[in-house]
Structures are given as structure tokens and as C-alpha cells.
């Protein structure tokens, strides 16, 4: 936020301030000229966005918005960083994830820009047996390891401790964490898991290791389930505090007990409010440690991942400005680890390549755009600080609904959990499937004739708890059906375009109408005539003045040259039309309802 000199800034002095009310004026002007009346708070409120957990987005954030005091990097309420400097000596940590032995990835990612490795071993990964191969030829004093392990944490737990012995790497050395995390395998799985040996890594860690996490409390379960930001993060905390109680029974103390804690959470391409979620986590965290009397513990330590609901299998190669958007948001927000997902992440193993863009994203952003060297650039921001505070005060609420219903673990039993973040997703999804909010490559400017991209299948994650979405499924089961047509009759079905008048006059309509379809798999045709498209359903596409004078007949001779369906793009009642396509319109409910009439299973 701008400090004024104390004269004021003098190249504005012959000019007078602008009020509030005088811009809400003009914005009533400009919603008059499209047709709507408003006034007042009304006319700034129809410029606002809904967001989820109730939070509204403002079209403008003037110095009367009002924010708690952020504090100063370092110190309590750590909204600013959890530490001092933040990351301006070496930028955050770049930790690419494994999860299989693929020959050279591991050493060709510490040798090209990854500072550390997030290991996925046991389940669904590396075999334990296998995890001194997977770390051949890596330093293991200068390079962090963390564990991802499940229910086998406990042994690979034991055997990375015994590589870093067999290594000659000094305790004080060890860098990195082991991964425990039985809450977060209980929501993976459904599975519940005995406290008693994480606690007894924690205690082992905090008297031998003193670089070295034991725990971490991983939110993306409840992230990649379709939860909100504020469910996110009202559930990191309670799991955090039920780990606390647990290590503070076992004998640690309230400061060892939460330097054994890792946050992870979900970096989104929703820039912003990635960037308050993260600085929302630290201050819920730092009120956190101040009940608990050690306000000096509650700098909270966070690894954000690019989120895996908003890759898509389709057209992925957009998946890398998603992951860099996600990217900068994360390193704006003070996460001190960044795992960037390469694009191919849903397909399968990734390739050299994917890996290779997934680490110059960091690696560029670090040392060409040089994000890290200006601590919390948001900060000051009145729209992120209101966002910062808003979305913090919405997920402390859901954590203590969680904390009412008995606590993490509880609320995991009795299906509470899965209710809400289901009722979030339900909510979503009929955003997704009205593209309201558009997935670029999928629902919106989709590539029928895109190739399909390959990988090699990538070991199964354990499942049984909490459902894994993505924003793309209900595109990519009309995607499917499409494709199954394709390899059965070596065609797509099609939709004719009716074209009225002059391209000026249809060219948007037509347009939006091949991009909606074509979402569901379906090949517009434009060229030739009705009868020669291999349609069987068509679409209008014109203007309104045009369609008040010819939608009705060319609907009449569409039908007489067989067409079954009849679309008009836009709104209106006009005769001769059986269904209209709108931007708004429920997208997935008419492309699946138009490939069940050409009988595409």
C-alpha cells in the first residue's frame, strides 16, 4: 500500500480527490448502458464475484477496507513468512516427486535446477526394499528427502535412517522429513492407523535429528476430494491439532511437537486466493500455537503442490501454464517448498521433458523473474489482505465445526467430512458444467483433432476413502463416448452449423456453438449443405434481427432435408426450434442428451 510524502504527492495536487460515491456513479453509467439499473452499493455489488466458502470478490479495494495487522515476516502471526528473509538468498525449495524407479530421473532432476525429493515409497510407489536404489549417487547431505510412505512409514522411515548412517551423513545434517501422516492416509484410504509409532519417530527425530520432520499434514486429500480453500484449511488444522495432543501424550513438548509438523497444500491457478490461502494458513496456525503457549512455535512450514484436479487429460500441454500460474502463487504466498506437477501427471509416468518444464517453471521464476527476492510482494495488497482475512476467518469457522463434532478423526468415521466437501464439488460442478468457470483445451476451445498423448502407467494410488475429482471428468466421459464412436464407425457424430446472412453477422454465434459441441466431441460442420454433413442434427447461427425473420423457415427446411434436432445459438422463442444453446446453459446436460439421440453410447 503507497505511503503518501508527508507534502502529499505533488504531481496530484491541482487535482481533487476522488470519493467512493463518484466511481460508484460512473459504474452506475456504465451498467445503464447495458441495460441494468443499479445504484449505489447495488451498482458495485453487480461487478462482484461469488466465490466459495461464501467469500465475494469486489471490483475495487480502497484504503477503507480493513484487515488485521499482517506483522512483519518472522514473527507472530507469521502472515508475512515464517521467516525473516523469507527465501531471498536461494528462493524456495524445488522438490520433485517420485514415484517409481525411472532410470536417471532422480539424479537428472537434482542435477538440473530440483534442490530436494519428495519420495512416494510403498504403496502405490517405490518399493521399500528398493529405496537405497532410488537414492544412488545422491548426496544425502546436501540434498533433502521426504517421505511419502502410508502405512509403511515406520519402515521407510528405518530405512532411510540407515542410508543416512551407511552414508557417513552427520544427524545434525539430515535435512527433510518422513512423511507420517495417519490421518491423511485415513482419508486416502478409509483405513485407520495406530498413533503410537509416528510418535515415537517424532520423539526420535527431535532428540537425534533436528533437521528432520517426522509428520506431515497433507490437506490435498481433502483438496483433490473437492473441498474449498477454508475446508482445506480447516482441515489441515485440525489435523495438526489432533497431531499435537497425540505427541504432547507421548511426552514431547508443545515447541518440539510442532517443529515435527509439515504443511502441504494445493497451489491453484486461481492466483489470489492461492496467495491468501497460503498467508490464511500461517496466521490460523500462529493462533493456534499462541492458545497453546508457545506463540514463538507457530511458524508454520509449507509445501505447496500444483493442484491435480485442475490438470486435464485433454489437450495437456495447457497443463504448463496452469502449473505456472499455480507456481507463482505459490512462491508469492511464502511457501518454503514448491513441487510443480508435470503436465503429463494424469496420463501416467511423466517423461524427461515433462520433468525437465516442470523444473525450469520454478527454476525461472526464481532466477530470471526473481519472485523470491521481495518478501510477501503481496502484502499491502487491500485486496489480498481482505481476502487473506476473510478466507482465514471462513476456515476457522469449518475448524471449529470440526473440532465440535469431535476432531479430525471423527469427523473422517462418521462421514461428516465427505458430506461437506461432496455438497462443494455438487456446487462446482454445475459451474463446470455451465462453464462458468471454463477449462481452457477441455470445455472451452477444445482440439478434436488433437493427438492423444501416452505415457506409461503410473502405480496406482491407494484409494478407498475420499474420492479423487478433476475438473475435466464430465468433459472427459462425453470425450470418451466420442472417441468409442470414432474407432466403431471411423467417424465423429456430427452437428451442422446453419449459417444465416453475413459473417458479420453469425461468425460469434457460430463460433460459440462449435466450441460448445465440439466439448462433448461432436465435429461441426460449416461446408456444403445439410444433407451432404452426415448430420443429423443442426444448429442456428445468426443474429437476433436475422432470426426474427428467417429462424423459423430455415428450421422448416432443415427438418424437411432430416433433421431431428433443432438448436438456435442464443435465446428467444421462435418457432421451429427444439432447444437453445446460451452461454450459462447446463453445456454437459446437452451434450450428453444430443449423444444419446445420435446413439453414441
Not at 545422491?138 to 509403511?152: E, H, I, S, T
Not at 544427524?171 to 503410537?196: M, N, Q
Not at 478466507?391 to 476432531?407: H, I, K, P, T, Y
Amino acid at each position: 500500500m503507497t505511503v503518501l510524502p508527508d507534502d502529499g504527492l505533488s504531481l496530484a495536487a491541482e487535482f481533487p480527490d476522488a470519493t467512493h460515491e463518484q466511481w460508484q456513479r460512473l459504474v452506475e453509467g456504465v451498467l445503464r448502458k447495458s441495460g441494468k439499473e443499479h445504484s449505489g452499493e447495488a451498482a458495485e455489488n453487480a461487478l462482484s464475484t461469488t466465490l466459495e466458502d461464501g467469500l465475494r470478490t469486489r471490483p475495487l479495494y480502497t484504503a477503507r477496507e480493513s484487515a488485521p495487522d499482517p506483522g512483519l515476516p518472522g514473527f507472530a502471526p507469521f502472515v508475512r513468512g515464517s521467516r525473516p528473509a523469507g527465501g531471498i538468498t536461494s528462493g524456495w525449495d524445488v522438490r520433485q516427486r517420485h514415484t517409481a524407479l525411472t532410470e536417471d530421473a532422480v539424479l537428472a532432476d537434482l542435477e538440473n535446477g530440483g534442490t530436494s525429493l519428495w519420495l512416494v515409497v510403498g504403496e502405490g510407489g517405490i518399493p521399500v526394499s528398493d529405496l537405497g536404489r532410488a537414492l544412488d549417487g545422491v548426496y544425502l547431505d546436501l540434498a533433502p528427502v521426504v517421505l511419502d510412505a502410508g502405512r509403511d512409514t515406520e519402515q521407510a522411515a528405518e530405512a532411510l535412517l540407515r542410508l543416512y548412517a551407511a552414508k557417513g551423513v552427520d544427524a545434525e545434517a539430515v535435512r527433510g522429513g518422513l512423511g507420517g501422516d495417519p490421518l491423511g492416509y485415513e482419508a486416502r484410504t478409509g483405513t485407520p492407523l495406530d498413533f503410537a509409532p509416528y510418535a515415537v519417530l517424532a520423539a526420535r527425530c527431535a532428540e537425534q535429528y533436528p533437521g528432520l520432520r517426522a509428520l506431515t499434514v497433507d490437506a490435498l486429500p481433502y483438496h483433490e476430494a473437492g473441498g474449498s480453500a477454508a475446508q482445506e484449511l480447516g482441515a489441515s488444522l485440525a489435523t495438526g491439532v489432533a497431531y499435537l495432543r497425540e505427541l504432547t501424550e507421548a511426552g514431547l513438548g508443545i515447541e518440539q511437537a510442532a517443529a515435527q509438523l509439515e504443511f502441504r497444500y494445493a497451489a491453484t491457478a486461481d492466483q489470489f486466493l492461492t496467495i491468501a490461502k497460503l498467508r490464511a494458513a500461517r496466521r490460523l496456525w500462529a493462533r493456534v500455537a499462541e492458545v497453546c503457549g508457545a506463540p514463538a512455535a507457530g511458524g508454520q512450514v509449507q509445501h505447496a503442490v500444483t493442484s491435480p484436479v485442475m490438470m486435464t487429460r485433454r489437450d495437456p500441454w495447457v497443463n504448463m501454464l496452469r502449473t505456472t500460474v499455480a507456481t507463482l502463487a505459490a512462491g508469492v504466498g511464502g511457501a518454503e517448498a514448491v513441487t510443480v506437477l508435470p503436465f503429463d501427471h494424469v496420463l501416467g509416468l511423466p517423461d524427461a521433458f515433462a520433468r525437465r518444464i516442470a523444473r525450469n517453471t520454478s527454476s525461472i521464476l526464481i532466477e530470471e523473474s526473481h519472485l523470491a527476492r521481495v518478501i510477501d510482494p503481496a502484502g499491502g495488497s487491500w485486496y489480498v489482505e481482505r481476502l487473506t482475512d476473510e478466507l482465514a476467518e471462513a476456515a476457522w469457522q469449518f475448524f471449529r465445526s470440526v473440532e465440535r463434532d469431535g476432531g479430525q478423526a471423527a469427523v473422517l468415521r462418521s462421514g461428516r467430512i465427505r458430506t461437506d466437501l461432496a455438497t462443494t464439488w455438487a456446487e462446482r460442478s454445475k459451474r463446470l458444467a455451465k462453464r462458468r468457470e471454463p477449462i481452457t483445451g477441455v470445455s472451452e476451445f477444445p482440439l478434436l483433432a488433437e493427438k492423444p498423448v501416452e505415457r506409461t502407467p503410473a502405480p496406482e494410488p491407494p484409494s478407498g476413502g475420499l474420492p479423487r475429482v478433476r475438473r475435466d471428468e464430465a468433459y472427459e466421459e462425453l470425450r470418451a463416448r466420442s472417441d468409442a464412436h470414432l474407432a466403431a464407425t471411423g467417424a465423429r457424430p456430427r452437428i451442422y452449423l446453419a449459417t444465416i446472412g453475413s459473417p458479420a453477422a453469425y461468425t460469434a454465434r457460430a463460433t460459440f456453438a462449435a466450441n460448445l459441441f465440439q466439448a462433448g466431441g461432436i465435429e461441426p460442420v460449416t461446408e456444403g449443405s445439410f444433407e451432404d454433413s452426415g448430420a443429423t442434427e443442426a444448429v442456428l447461427c445468426s443474429s437476433d434481427a436475422l432470426y426474427a425473420e428467417q429462424a423459423g423457415p430455415t428450421a422448416e427446411s432443415l427438418r424437411a432435408a432430416g433433421a431431428r434436432q433443432v438448436f438456435l445459438a442464443g435465446r428467444g422463442d421462435y418457432p421451429g426450434i427444439d432447444s437453445y444453446v446460451f452461454a450459462g446453459c447446463d453445456a454437459v446436460d446437452v451434450l450428453s442428451a444430443t449423444l444419446d439421440r445420435m446413439g453414441v453410447s
